[in-house]
T-cell receptor, first 115, second 114 residues
Framework: DAGVIQSPRHEVTEMGQEVTLRCKPI?????LFWYRQTMMRGLELLIY????????DSGMPEDRFSAKMPNASFSTLKIQPSEPRDSAVYFC?????????????FGQGTRLTVV | DAKTTQPNSMESNEEEPVHLPCNHS???????IHWYRQLPSQGPEYVIH???SNVNNRMASLAIAEDRKSSTLILHRATLRDAAVYYC???????????????FGQGTILTVHP
């Protein structure tokens, strides 16, 4: 398996534009996670899914952020409208079973810059 | 949620052992202890995890205190490639609202000198 695949790797957009980040989890994994990383706040869990169903979205910063998982092999994180403070590296991760007793695999991340 | 406390930074010399401590005094009885690391410009990667007993794998060893209020990640022979941020994380028990929620703290920045 190629691991968790995120696209794009880099995104530069203007304030106010819609941004969509994409993630393909490892085949067979039933948990999917979205994280955001900044120097100031470190790694923050935004939302996670189990069997395509959102379990906890308490980390989503505000209504401008939304995440979907239409099927087991694809998820999106959308920001609309984007703001400069959304600039960060966004990571997607997947795991099999649960976090408790299995390892999670992270993608390479998408570096988002909002100007 | 149970929290962890780690030193902000540590330094080591190449080929020497490194002991990275983590305090988790409010750990619940069935919380798992996980360690991840993040190399520069990469996503985090799993290192090791345990519940009560000490654990070994090809990357590291995990020593868990008898009362489970602390643990230590041991890198037996540090290499330059081990320079990373190391995160100690508690995974909540099933059934609670935090089940499955992997929350990262600030971690320990490990510097390895040649």
């Amino acid at each position: 398996d190629a691991g968790v695949i995120q696209s794009p790797r880099h995104e530069v957009t203007e304030m106010g534009q819609e941004v969509t980040l994409r993630c393909k989890p490892i085949s067979g994994h039933d948990y999917l996670f979205w994280y955001r990383q900044t120097m100031m706040r470190g790694l923050e869990l935004l939302i996670y899914f189990n069997n395509n169903v959102p379990i906890d979205d308490s980390g989503m910063p505000e209504d401008r952020f939304s995440a979907k998982m239409p099927n087991a092999s694809f998820s999106t994180l959308k920001i609309q409208p984007s703001e400069p403070r959304d600039s960060a590296v966004y990571f997607c991760a997947s795991s099999l079973g649960s976090w408790r007793n299995t390892e999670a695999f992270f993608g390479q991340g998408t570096r988002l810059t909002v100007v | 949620d149970a929290k962890t406390t780690q030193p902000n930074s540590m330094e080591s010399n190449e080929e020497e052992p490194v002991h990275l401590p983590c305090n988790h005094s409010t750990i619940s009885g069935t919380d798992y202890i996980h360690w991840y690391r993040q190399l520069p410009s990469q996503g985090p990667e799993y290192v090791i995890h345990g519940l009560t007993s000490n654990v070994n794998n090809r990357m590291a060893s995990l020593a868990i205190a008898e009362d489970r209020k602390s643990s230590t990640l041991i890198l037996h022979r540090a290499t330059l490639r081990d320079a990373a941020v190391y995160y100690c994380i508690l995974l909540a028990n099933a059934g609670g609202t935090s089940y499955g929620k992997l929350t990262f703290g600030q971690g320990t920045i490990l510097t390895v000198h040649p």
